[in-house]
């Protein structure tokens, strides 16, 4: 009780001046170890990851380490395998994009509506996204396995593959069974970002339609879509980015192989890294994927102001 | 109009047959996995792609847990995970914390600096990581590897953190330091209760994050003794490839951790999400 009349008594302009100070410093207090861990860990790497890639720094060759301008990226202009890389990260980025996205707006249209046990049903499909990673990898390359997977078997019997053999291993398959993993990994990440943007919309939207007799087909395309398409926008931006950075998968089902037909550039760039040692080479290579992955996003948010107007 | 109230039974058979089809997208390879894991050694070339083997076993799971260096590779991953989830919760909490309820100079430029680290490869630090870290010593310590995933999930741990802050109404803790609380005692006090949900889901969150990181795991561990568990397993299925059972045994043990993180924080974390992204 005493302190409280001191300090209501000690002068208000102080007091004023003490929370002043208080509100000013505060905010960093707290924001600061954030900041400082990031900056730390991940922008200052980069900053030197950049640095890298006009270096040539092998641990193999400890002795040839050393500035060499831009001959990493004169190098990566003449490597066939960058280039390939590049085309197979575009088809792998596409093909899980398109199914990731179809079926999660398939999974979020139907977790909109009521049924019997949704709660539990909700549970259960959002298990793979649970899964970690390297699990996802290996049990989607054993389904593939022949002798222990019934995938070859099944897709013998429907005709997709004259015999039941591993697609994996298969030059110009090979690409699917990744894509397949990252698709039932990927399905319940855009399944809940569309449901929270299907439940921001309006119901008085759907009953005005209904009372003016729209079918569900015109309710879905005209009100609808039209509402998730910002959502839409960002979510496959974002993603993009994402997927095409995501090396986890491919590198742990095919390792890049089989003749680098999976080979995407992030996993060109862990390999380098991780298997040749070469660090200076791998920077040159995130680098550019970097690059274009800025110019893909630039492009995008252009065409997106363009046609959304939100 | 009551056509359109109540839908045509074909439709609700299509709604069925989806509802089928998507459950059974999202288990089926959960289920393969741990249908071999139980299938006997000698059974597993002759009745491997059947349905369900004709003997089970837990054997695999014997050999697995005592036979080779799995419990340890479970425990180095159980260290990693859970202090990378102690560490990041505690750093996402202030921040989002920050971000909630002030506004100061900088806060857009910190924003927008935590946006990039989630855009750009994490694989382009993997290699300046590498050298720092050899350069301290600290290759083949668990320690490095909280660091590192601290600092990954930081960002993303922050923003789940401001959403749920900004589900709490600031007039709680006003009113707390009306009555004479410093601010820190305010959140203490009251805000902290309030949000054990969000501290629970981004625990939860990312736990499981560590725990299925592999890329800077491989770079950063090579000893058997350090190793988590997705490079155990890796190394151990690239040494025996043909050990079907056991391999999947390993991986079933590898999944309980996470599912049962998930299980237990799945309604919050949809919920987190959800608020967050209709926010904008």
Known sequence: MTTTRTAAASGISRAWRSAYMRYLVEPYLYVGPAVAMIALVMLVP?????????????????????????????????????????????????????????????????????????????????????????????????????????????????????????????????????????????????????????????GELYEAAEIDGASTWQVFTKITLPFLAPMIAITVMLRTIWIANFADLIFVMTGGGPANATQILSTYVFTTAFRKLDFGYASAIAVALLVLLMIYAVLLLAIRRRFVKI | MSATRRPSPVLTIGKYAALAFYLIFALFPLYWLVKISITPDQLVFTEGTALWPSETTLGNFRTVIFQTDFLAYFGNSLIVSLGTATATTLIAAGAGYAFSRFNFGGKRLIIALMLVTQMFPLLMIIAPIYKIVAAMGLLNSLTSLIVVYTAFNVPFATFLMQSFFDGIPKDLEEAAMMDGCTRFQALRKVIFPLTLPGLGATLGFVFTAAWSELLFALMLISKNDAMTFPVGLLTFVSKFSVDWGQMMAAGVLALIPSCLFFIFIQRYLVQGLTSGAVKG
């Open chain 1, 46 to 202: 980069l900053v030197i990851g950049i640095s890298y890639s006009f270096q040539s720094i092998t641990l193999l060759k400890p002795f040839a380490t050393g500035w060499i301008g831009f001959e990493n990226y004169a190098t990566l202009w003449r490597d066939a395998k960058f280039w390939l890389a590049l085309e197979n990260t575009v088809w792998w980025t596409l093909s899980s994009l398109v199914f990731q996205f179809a079926l999660g707006l398939g999974l979020a249209l139907l977790l909109n509506t009521q049924f019997a046990g949704k709660r539990l049903f909700q549970a259960l499909v959002f298990l793979p996204w649970a899964v970690p990673t390297f699990l996802s990898a290996l049990t989607w390359a054993w389904l593939f396995n022949p002798v222990i997977g019934p995938l070859p078997h099944w897709m013998a019997a429907l005709g997709i593959l004259s015999e039941p053999y591993n697609i994996l291993g298969d030059p110009d398959l090979a690409m699917w069974g990744p894509v397949a993993a990252n698709v039932w990994f990927g399905v319940p990440f855009f399944a809940i970002t569309l449901l929270a943007a299907l439940q921001s919309i309006p």
